[in-house]
Nanobody, 123 residues
Framework: QVQLVESGGGLVQAGGSLRLSCAGS????????MAWFRQAPGKEREFVAA????????YYADSVKGRFTISRDNAKNTVYLQMNSLKPEDTAVYYC????????????????WGQGTQVTVSS
């Protein structure tokens, strides 16, 4: 089992940057696929990015490609989401998620979730 805790959210102006962190605990973290999802008010939770257990072949939603970077440090049991060139439409609660089955784009395919961290981008 994996427990996840996100941090790093906050308020930033459009064009700014934030780095989210997700600290994991549990002996299977280093073998887990990790992902970031986000949910804006009144909208469904959507895929943002994912990374395999080895850190290779990250995947991104088209809406964040070229602006966001997902990475992980298995020695620290932490996954990161570097967010640059932020836009007001990036405003959402960002969730860290994990599974032991591979990269998927739907939230139903991830068993473990953090509590979320709010990101607000002002125009």
């Amino acid at each position: 089992q994996v427990q996840l805790v996100e941090s790093g959210g906050g308020l930033v102006q459009a064009g700014g940057s934030l780095r989210l962190s997700c600290a994991g605990s549990g002996r299977t973290f280093s073998s887990s696929t990790m992902a970031w999802f986000r949910q804006a008010p009144g909208k469904e939770r959507e895929f943002v990015a994912a990374i395999s257990w080895s850190g290779g072949s990250p995947y991104y939603a088209d809406s964040v490609k070229g602006r966001f970077t997902i990475s992980r440090d298995n020695a620290k049991n932490t996954v990161y989401l570097q967010m640059n060139s932020l836009k007001p439409e990036d405003t959402a609660v960002y969730y860290c998620a994990a599974n032991n089955r591979g990269i998927y784009y739907y939230s139903r395919d991830y068993e473990y979730w953090g509590q979320g961290t709010q990101v607000t981008v002002s125009s």
